[in-house]
């Protein structure tokens, strides 16, 4: 989610092709009813301190952190910058389902036809 915003801030971010380019870069974590549950604001490297030491990619840890607020059980859906078979066997792991499209090079070889 993207967080119109224009006021000067360190964590302020430009997305070119956006209708508010500028603005503030936010992992939310929202029920069926699109009310929002739980948020991160992207701040830099410092966002996701405790996945440091992970292989996982920046969409990987937002959903992983906000995954942590939920027990067994629940589903999430998410977009291709979230979605590879690490996340979904990590999530797997802790009882959570998840569904979304995924980006052609993250597709297991094993699974290419």
Do not use: W
């Amino acid at each position: 989610m993207k967080v119109p915003f224009s006021v000067a801030c360190g964590i302020k971010q430009y997305c070119p092709g956006k209708p508010n380019p500028v603005g503030m870069k936010a992992s939310v974590l929202a029920n069926p009813s699109g009310i929002v549950t739980d948020f991160h604001i992207y701040q830099g490297s410092t966002t996701y301190k405790e996945l440091e030491d992970s292989n996982h990619v920046l969409g990987e840890k937002a959903v992983i952190t906000l995954a942590n607020t939920l027990v067994p059980e629940h589903i999430f859906y998410f977009d291709r910058y979230c979605t590879s078979m690490k996340l979904a066997n990590e999530l797997l792991k802790r009882g959570i389902g998840c569904t979304g499209t995924i980006i052609k090079t993250r597709i297991p070889a094993a699974a290419r036809f």
